[in-house]
């Protein structure tokens, strides 16, 4: 039996298809693939709550102010805010992780850009939760003194902090998504 690929055989292994190929076996419908997609799911859609400012009165104007800042420490739903970016986080760096170690274990699925593509994903999550934890004390935006103190460097080094896990967390998003285009032949439904 021929599968969609060129080249590769399918056969049928426990109920399973399975598809053979340069490096050996791929399950592309595994537990652990359905896992990834569903952890990494989660996890965006967690990502997404910075939405609910259109429902919620936040007092931050979305136009002129920063995502970061409906999770400042001094913001009334800051804790919603944060709570959600350290699942959304977690979620992706578990799936992030898993898949690398999905990567370990089937030899097609250590292409370069693809494994560059999961480290990012990895590191996107990592960094995320890491700003739930490393929150703005304040609006800067939003509030002049919290923008005069932020100038003259009065602000906990936090602000610091944030600013380097944010940019972490960019990097790792787009590496992510680099890694991702094009979507790998085998297994790309758990990539």
Not at 82 to 95: E, K, Q
Not at 109 to 124: D, I, K
Not at 166 to 176: D, E, H, K, T, V
Request: glycine share 12%; aromatic share 6%.
């Amino acid at each position: 039996m021929r599968a969609g690929r060129p080249g590769a055989l399918a056969r049928r292994t426990a109920g399973r298809r399975v598809e053979t190929g340069r490096g050996g076996a791929c399950p592309c419908n595994t537990r652990s693939a359905r896992l990834v997609a569903v952890l990494v799911g989660l996890g965006a859609a967690a990502y997404t709550a910075w939405v609910l400012e259109v429902v919620l009165s936040t007092g931050l104007n979305p136009v002129e102010t920063y995502v970061s800042e409906l999770a400042a420490q001094d913001q009334p739903l800051g804790g919603i805010f944060r709570a959600t970016d350290f699942a959304a986080g977690l979620l992706v760096f578990t799936g992030g992780l898993l898949a690398l170690i999905r990567t370990a274990r089937y030899a097609d699925t250590r292409r370069p850009w693809a494994v560059a593509g999961r480290t990012g994903v990895t590191l996107f999550g990592a960094a995320t939760a890491a700003e739930a934890w490393l929150p703005l004390s304040c609006a800067p935006t939003a509030d002049p003194v919290c923008a005069s103190r932020e100038t003259a460097g009065l602000v906990p080094a936090t602000h610091q902090a944030h600013a380097v896990s944010s940019s972490l967390a960019m990097a790792g998003a787009l590496l992510g998504t680099r890694g991702c285009v094009p979507a790998p032949p085998v297994c790309s439904a758990g990539w």
